[in-house]
């Protein structure tokens, strides 16, 4: 999945997270105190201005922000 570093690299810089290491089982919702719902709308901000595409309100949900792996499947199919 060749996002996945990219979508790594924004949930680190929009979280301030630094050199936090991320897998794709890296929890997110609920495990990052970052991860407040002003972040959640921050990030889906800079993953539309990085990738070129728009999330629609009623496609924004909890199981997309469960791991980063989740996010990054969730970015792959708005790209796809």
Not at 9 to 36: C, F, K, N, V, Y
Not at 48 to 58: L, R
Request: glycine share 4%; aromatic share 6%.
């Amino acid at each position: 999945m060749p996002q996945f570093s990219q979508v790594c690299h924004i949930l680190r810089s929009t979280l301030s997270l630094g050199q936090m290491p991320l897998t794709a089982d890296t929890p997110l919702l609920g495990s990052l105190p970052e991860l407040d719902s002003m972040a959640v709308a921050n990030l889906i901000l800079a993953l539309e201005q990085s990738f070129g595409f728009e999330v629609q309100d009623d496609e924004i949900s909890a199981r997309h922000f469960a791991t980063v792996g989740s996010l990054a499947s969730f970015v792959a199919s708005k790209t796809a």
